[in-house]
């Protein structure tokens, strides 16, 4: 081995700029957010060729001296942060001072800056983080960063950069990212030489996310816990996306990806959404910057809460029922990620904080059971206080977003009232697609389209139903009850079916025989890679046993060990997809209305439980319309 | 060596010995047993029901007793085809054509016989090679008050038939439930029967048969059957 040596600093930033600057998007969000913590008002964002060839940040904040700006390149200066009791308050989104400088090490930088009382700017420039050159120049107030020939220096970075197009689509991202946590600044992105996009600055965030989400139809939900506000836009239930990419979460004024709260947001829309699905849009949270760690990680994406679960249950409780009143959602009875219900106590004398309290201490389960008319102004004076240095009282303040949800001041309303003066496109579209408050079985079936629709008769208008969303609704609904109220009735097969599993399968079966049994399967383990099923769940009759068994023992297997619950509800919702009435069966009259009757029965939301609408409406007016008789 | 063993005990145990069946083929049935499988059952009637006695500790063998005289239960195989219907119609017990006319319903062969059933099914279509078959699900069966109302109601009106001494106008339509039928080796056979006058005379021997349409329907009920999904 070789004799230790200290790095030279220009090589010693390269090696921090891989954490920092991982791709062109990544120095767009550090110089964008440099802009916005110099109090611009306007940014506008040049980027060619993806980024690498050119990226331009110009800013009209307050620009630097020329002593501030040769000092912006070095590692670890900045202005935001001077003792480690800062962290705690950060309200600026950079604070660690090593963008700048990692930047510079990967690329050919210039800055441009002036500061309002100077009368001559200051350009400095610089490549690979070494051969500064300064120059004073006459130029506007605010600060200009351009980025050339990224990673010019760092072949091996370069080649695992993505195509132009791609790199683009980040930093067009990026700068999306920003326009939404600062709706007041204006962003104008140019591409190529191309306008692409301008957001112009708006008076609320329902703006801004009205010029990024043209007619996407989002719901709006607001509402508060404790010092945790909870302002939302989201898309309906039937436009939800398999993954959660389309879904922005911003903590503080910080976009931030967070798995557990993209899943709350997830399950706060009960179980119309299929597994694996997340609705589009925005959330923001806003608490007291002492519950929140934004020190994670360089890249500042990922955000610690001091008591997740806590974080989690306010967003979920808030969410759920906001949105429960606002699409006419069921209730979600069980949250399948482990997000507590009001009503399921806490482990007595465990804080959520994990510390054991004294006994005679009320806990926040305890407040959570019995609601205190006094939390109203126990929340006012915790979110005035909670901006004084609280330090010691954090666990106070953690503690109140998990207090009863009753002072919450969660309104649903149409995003037009947010924003008094824009004509919006997101809102409420219930005509087509929501049962509004039809009775199903006073509905007339009139005939089976295609094998496929119900085609009905009610008192405003036609409804044309998707037998097997409906069928499969119904299905996984009863199956949830059966399930919950230990009742599942299972069915004797008159031969068993013998399955082919893998060993680590038919061992996980023997594991959770239990568990299966309670679903009203019946397995037998034959062999090393063999069972048998005897009995399936009545319900599910039509449904294949080798298919049941395989959802069932896919989705414990990819839950593992944890997470059983879920695993189970995705998996009876699959089993009740598999084992419905399908697409291309006939349907008599009798069972028709039989199933018409039993969607009375469940309170489902006119969506099936993968999120698509189970009924299409037309009323009589539209029908009049359509015809020329109006 | 053979598995042959013991009477059960009681109805929990014979259920446990008919459930660890389910699955089996009766190649495997008749290798545990030390039998040979015939290659077709048509010479070889009653062959699975023997087998199945012997596996289950069955006791009464041929006499006129429930199976497990113990329990009182009475063994019975159901082959069904692919779909789970019946293949025929199902054995319940000669008729004693001098005194049937006098024996109350709640103390004749067929109630004693039907009180309680274990019911095996077994695959019965005829493509599927005997050795193949594999035994299905059990079922302990009795019937409930509208199957009783129905098997009593077939009871009365076959019986009164062979009181009147008019049996030979018996034929397979009379009945809903339970049918009279030939059960003899042959057209030779005879038993000792009453004509119209109660003059004694040497009639074919016959038994009550379940049909198929009543066992299918107790399958529907208590089991998924193929051709549902």
Same mark, same amino acid.
């Given at each position: ?30 110089? *964008? ?86 009368? *001559? ?115 309906r239930p039937e436009r939800a996306r398999p993954g959660a990419s389309g879904l922005w ?15 709350? *947001? ?32 360089p890249q500042k994406t990922e955000v610690r809460f001091v008591d997740p679960r806590a ?320 | ?60 063998g041929s006499k006129d007793e429930p199976d497990f005289q113990l329990l009182g239960i ?156």
């Amino acid at each position: 081995m070789g004799r230790i040596e200290v790095l030279p600093s220009a090589l010693a930033s390269q090696i921090a700029a891989g954490e920092v600057v991982e791709r062109p998007a990544s120095a767009a969000k550090e110089l *964008i957010e440099n802009a916005m913590d110099a109090g611009a008002q306007r940014c506008d964002i040049i980027c060619d060729g993806g980024g690498v060839t050119r990226l331009s940040v110009t800013d009209d904040g307050e620009g630097m001296s020329e002593e501030d700006a040769r000092l912006s390149l070095e590692r670890h200066a900045t202005s935001k942060l001077r003792s480690i009791d800062d962290l705690s308050h950060l309200t600026s989104y950079g604070f660690r001072g090593e963008a700048l400088p990692s930047i510079a090490s990967v690329c050919r930088l210039s800055l441009r800056t002036r500061r309002r009382e100077s009368e *001559i700017g200051v350009t400095l420039e610089t490549a690979g983080g070494t051969q500064l050159k300064v120059t004073p120049a006459g130029l506007p107030v605010g600060t200009t960063i351009e980025v050339r020939d990224l990673f010019y220096n760092v072949p091996a970075r370069r080649k695992f950069l993505r195509s132009t197009g791609t790199e683009s689509s980040h930093v067009t991202n990026t700068v999306e990212g920003a326009a939404l946590t600062r709706p007041g600044i204006t962003f104008t992105l140019t591409r190529d030489e191309r306008l692409v996009r301008e957001l112009l600055r708006a008076n609320t965030r329902a703006e801004r996310v009205e010029q990024l989400f043209e007619q996407a139809n989002l719901v709006a939900i607001v509402g508060e816990r404790g010092p945790l506000k909870l302002e939302a836009y989201l898309t309906r239930p039937e436009r939800a996306r398999p993954g959660a990419s389309g879904l922005w979460l911003i903590v503080n004024e910080r976009v931030v990806r967070d798995r557990m709260l993209a899943t709350t *947001i997830a399950q706060s829309f009960g179980s119309v959404l299929g597994a694996g699905h997340y609705p589009r849009g925005v959330v923001y949270i806003d608490l007291p910057s002492e519950l929140v760690d934004v020190n994670v990680h360089p890249q500042k994406t990922e955000v610690r809460f001091v008591d997740p679960r806590a974080t989690a249950d306010a967003v979920y409780s808030i969410a759920s029922r906001e949105l429960g009143s606002a699409l006419s959602l069921p209730p979600s009875p069980r949250n399948r990620f482990g997000v507590r219900n009001g009503n399921q106590p806490r482990t007595p004398g465990i804080s959520m904080w994990g510390k054991r309290k004294p006994d005679d201490e009320p806990t926040p389960d305890a407040a959570l059971r019995q609601p205190n008319p006094a939390d109203e102004q126990v929340v006012e004076a915790a979110t005035v206080t909670s901006s004084s240095l609280p330090a010691s009282s954090i666990a106070d303040s953690a503690a109140l977003i998990a207090t009863p949800s009753a002072q919450s001041t969660g309104l649903v309303r149409d995003i037009s009232e947010a924003s008094t003066h824009s004509t919006l496109l997101i809102r409420e579209n219930t005509a087509q697609t929501t049962s509004g408050d039809v009775r199903w079985s006073s509905l007339r079936f009139i005939a089976q389209l295609r094998q496929t629709f119900l085609l009905c008769e009610g008192p405003v208008g036609i409804y044309v139903l998707d037998q097997h969303a409906a069928a499969e609704r119904v299905a996984y609904q009863r199956l949830l009850d059966q399930y919950r109220s230990r009742t599942m009735a299972a069915q004797t097969l008159l031969f068993p079916v013998s399955v082919e599993l893998s060993p680590e399968q038919v061992e996980l079966v023997e594991q959770r025989s239990e568990e299966i049994a309670a679903v009203g399967l019946d397995v037998r383990v034959r062999g090393r890679q063999q069972v048998t099923v005897h009995a399936i769940p009545r319900l599910l009759q039509r449904a294949s046993p080798e298919r049941l068994l395989c959802d069932l023992v896919g989705e414990m297997a990819r839950s593992g060990g944890r997470g059983f619950s879920a695993a189970l509800e995705h998996a009876l919702s699959l089993m009740a997809c598999h084992g419905s009435l399908r697409a291309g069966d006939t349907i008599s009259q009798t069972e028709a209305q039989a199933l018409l009757g039993a969607l009375d029965t469940v309170d489902f939301a006119g969506h099936c439980a993968h999120g698509r609408p189970v009924v299409a409406v037309m009323s009589y007016n539209e029908l009049e319309r359509k015809v020329g008789r109006r | 060596m053979p598995i042959r063993p013991e009477p059960p005990e009681s109805e929990a145990e014979l259920w446990s010995r008919a459930r660890a069946l389910a699955g089996l083929s009766l190649a495997q049935l008749a290798k545990d047993d030390d039998s040979n499988v015939p290659e077709k059952l048509l010479h070889a009637k009653g062959w699975v029901g023997q087998l199945l006695e012997r596996r289950l500790g069955a006791s009464a063998g041929s006499k006129d007793e429930p199976d497990f005289q113990l329990l009182g239960i009475e063994l019975k195989t159901l082959p069904v085809d692919r779909v789970g219907r019946p293949c025929e119609s199902t054995f319940v017990c000669t008729i004693p054509l001098l005194d049937v006319a006098v024996t109350e319903w709640s103390q004749s062969r067929v109630w004693r016989k039907l009180g309680r059933v274990l019911w095996i099914i077994v695959e019965g279509s005829r493509d599927i090679p005997v050795a193949e078959r594999r035994i299905g699900e059990p079922l302990l069966w009795s019937p409930d008050a509208d199957e009783t109302a129905l098997l009593k109601g077939d009871w009365d009106e076959l019986t009164g038939i062979i009181g009147r001494g008019d049996v030979e106008s018996i034929t397979g339509h009379l009945g809903q439930a339970m049918q009279v039928r030939p059960k003899a080796r042959d057209s030779h056979a005879r038993r000792r029967g009453l004509d119209e006058d109660g003059v004694l005379v040497e009639r074919l021997p016959r038994g009550f048969y379940l049909r198929a349409s009543f066992t299918g329907r107790i399958l529907e009920r208590a089991f998924v059957l193929p051709r549902a999904r």
